[in-house]
């Protein structure tokens, strides 16, 4: 069974531009979490879906959005980027959602530089 | 809010050597707890997960045990070898929200 995957995998971006990262979650997931790491504040939680739905979003301004397509698939997007975006942003999958989703698997991430 | 810290931050240990991870945070009301391994710019690979009833858990060379009551797991590594060299993190579900994770050990195990 494939794994997750994350497109692209590199990103150099300018301060102002938007940028839409993707994720491909493992056949059968439903839910898709999305994470920024970086080296001063660790991995934070950006937002969840299952369903086509978030569940749940983190503490971060609305330039931040996500959608989830009917084939599980979920994608990122960042306005307006500002030179503290550059990150590793990860996406995890899982069968289930909020407590039930037990183990979460990480794709290899989209590191994502702003200049 | 939940809170989750990780001592040390960095450790390095010769090769052979047992050693303890240990993960701290601040509301014992946990779904479940779980270890993962980061390698350098790379994604996160779950290693061991326990649930809230649980104390412990073990996979190969690897126990995680978990104190609820005081917020408090460790990662125990026996006879560790240089192919255990990364990141260590934690990361715990609360209640109604999504995992929360520690900012982890960096460990190097050297031949």
């Known amino acids: 069974k494939a794994g997750v995957t994350q497109t692209p995998r590199y990103l150099i971006k300018t301060r102002g531009q938007q940028v839409t990262l993707s994720c491909s979650p493992i056949s059968g997931h439903r839910s898709v979490s999305w994470y920024q790491q970086t080296p001063g504040q660790g991995l934070q939680f950006l937002f969840e879906y299952f369903s086509e739905t978030q569940r749940n979003k983190g503490n971060f301004p609305g330039r931040f959005s996500g959608r989830q397509f009917s084939n599980s698939r979920s994608e990122m997007n960042v306005s307006t980027l500002e030179l503290g975006d550059s990150a590793l942003y990860l996406c995890?999958?899982?069968?289930?959602?909020?407590?039930?989703?037990?183990?979460?698997?990480f794709g290899p991430g989209t590191r994502l530089l702003v200049l | 809010k939940q809170e989750v810290t990780q001592i040390p931050a960095a450790l390095s240990v010769p090769e052979g050597e047992n050693l303890v991870l240990n993960c701290s945070f601040t509301?014992?009301?946990?779904?479940?707890l779980q270890w993962f391994r980061q390698d350098p710019g790379k994604g996160l690979t779950s290693l061991l997960l326990i649930q809230s009833s649980q104390r412990e858990q073990t996979s190969g060379r690897l126990n995680a045990s978990l104190d609820k009551s005081s917020g408090r797991s460790t990662l125990y590594i026996a006879a560790s070898q240089p192919g255990d060299s990364a990141t260590y993190l934690c990361?715990?579900?609360?209640?109604?929200?999504?995992?929360?994770f520690g900012p982890g050990t960096r460990l190097s195990v050297l031949p």
């Open positions: 509301d014992s009301a946990i779904y479940n």
């Open positions: 990361a715990v579900l609360p209640d109604g929200q999504n995992f929360v």
């Open positions: 995890a999958s899982s069968l289930l959602a909020g407590i039930n989703q037990e183990t979460q698997y």
